[in-house]
């Protein structure tokens, strides 16, 4: 289960169909993210994968 903020809702949600994905931040740095839609109402959501808490 990946969870990730939906702005609409304003709450925290369970991303439905997440996949990995990869995004290119400047200067060539990659940054790895979750994306994936909201349950609710669709809206698509990130969930940046930082450093480990
Ligand atoms: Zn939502």
Known sequence: ???GYCV???SKR???EAKEVTMKG???TERR???GK???CSTTMFRI???KK
């Open 38 to 40: 909201c349950p609710m």
């Open 49 to 51: 994968m930082g450093a």
């Open 8 to 10: 609409k809702c304003k």
């Open 33 to 35: 993210a979750m994306k």
């Open 1 to 3: 289960m990946t969870e």
């Open 26 to 28: 400047k200067g060539g």
């Open 14 to 16: 369970e991303m439905s």
